[in-house]
């Protein structure tokens, strides 16, 4: 199980840098995978300081999630928001009719449809 966990978060990361090596056309899929990380890391620290959480104990952990260290708290929030970006992926690769499709963040032109008009 950790292994698998680590390795979306290479994936991950190997994803967002070829992504960010064509920011130009790949605008959405950057912003989209840093808010996944910020996110991710900012839930696993309002939980670790929630008391409705404080005894919460994750699979393939032995301690409580308020005991675990700052930097374990981050590490943690990259892992989980990795593996639900990994999560996407594959549902994306599954659905041929990209029938769960969302639209992006943005455009590739940067542009948003309300302010299309206006430029």
Partial sequence: MTVLVFTALVWKVIDFFRLLFNFRTQRSGVITQ???W?????L????????VTSGLVLPGADEPLKTIDFASQILLGL????VASAAV????????TDSASKPPMIN???L??????SV
């Fill in 34 to 36: 840093i808010t996944a």
């Fill in 112 to 117: 948003t449809k309300e302010n299309q008009g």
């Fill in 89 to 96: 992926d594959i549902k994306q690769a599954i659905d041929g």
């Fill in 79 to 82: 892992l989980i928001s990795s």
């Fill in 108 to 110: 590739s032109s940067g």
């Fill in 38 to 42: 910020v996110g991710g890391v900012v």
């Fill in 44 to 51: 696993v620290i309002v939980a670790a300081h929630a008391s």
